[in-house]
């Protein structure tokens, strides 16, 4: 009734103003440098149905092209519901493990089916695996809601469970500006391309960055592909 009333009383022309600038003041909520991940949302029934499709028609096809015939040891990091997971057992002859900070979403992998001894709650900056104990790593839309310190110590922990290459789904900037940490329901950092290139390369000497299919009105898709 109140949208009715808005386009009633608002000249298309003044309607579309008002959006625009709406839009453009959502764009300039961040921070630079965030002190504290926000975790509270992934205790919340509500995220989780959030997390079981969102990455349907582009990630997730994307990742069981990354990974097609290896068949090794890999883990999920920031695994959510298990959903990814579920979909590569079905192609892959790999073992596949998951580990995520959230006990509702680690439920909710056992749920689904997922052995529950191929499972994890931990936090992805201090992995609890032996060095080298897994092939291949891979994070979906994880990475970005790290602050810069929690990306490192992330990739630092990750570089050291994982024997070949780690997959890192993220979002950069439209702009190709680095525009900080955008504050919304899930904040994350919305950089460029060069900053998370930079930002790796801390850690690992062979950083690849490519295409994802995914994105959105100020984000578009890129995956890190991180080789030891």
């Known amino acids: 009734?109140?949208?009715?009333?808005?386009k009633l009383f608002f000249p298309p022309i003044l309607l579309d103003a008002i959006i625009k600038i709406k839009k453009k003041l959502n764009k300039k909520k961040y921070v630079q440098r965030p002190s504290k991940q926000e975790l509270d949302l992934y205790y919340n029934p509500e995220m989780a149905k959030i997390l079981d499709e969102w990455g349907e028609r582009n990630a997730w096809i994307e990742i069981q092209h990354l990974l097609h015939g290896k068949k090794t040891n890999i883990l999920d990091i920031a695994c959510g519901t298990g959903k990814v997971i579920e979909i590569l057992k079905?192609?892959?002859?790999?073992?596949?493990?998951?580990?995520?900070?959230?006990?509702l979403l680690i439920s909710k992998c056992i749920e689904r089916g997922i052995d529950s001894n191929k499972l994890k709650i931990c936090?992805?900056?201090?992995?609890?695996?032996?060095?080298?104990?897994?092939d291949y790593c891979y994070s979906i839309g994880s990475l970005e809601h790290f602050t810069e310190d929690g990306i490192i110590k992330f990739l630092e922990s990750s570089k050291r469970v994982t024997k070949f290459e780690g997959f890192h789904m993220i979002p950069v900037s439209?702009?190709?500006?680095d525009e900080g940490w955008i504050n919304n329901y899930q904040s994350y950092f919305n950089n460029s391309?060069?900053?998370w290139i930079d930002l790796c390369k801390k850690i690992y000497s062979d950083v690849k960055i490519i295409d994802s299919t995914w994105e959105d009105e100020i984000s578009t898709g890129k995956w890190l592909i991180l080789k030891k």
């Open 123 to 134: 936090d992805a900056t201090n992995l609890p695996y032996k060095e080298n104990e897994f």
């Open 90 to 103: 079905k192609n892959n002859e790999s073992q596949i493990f998951g580990c995520d900070i959230s006990e």
């Open 174 to 177: 439209k702009s190709n500006k």
């Open 193 to 195: 391309p060069r900053w």
């Open 1 to 6: 009734m109140l949208k009715k009333l808005i």
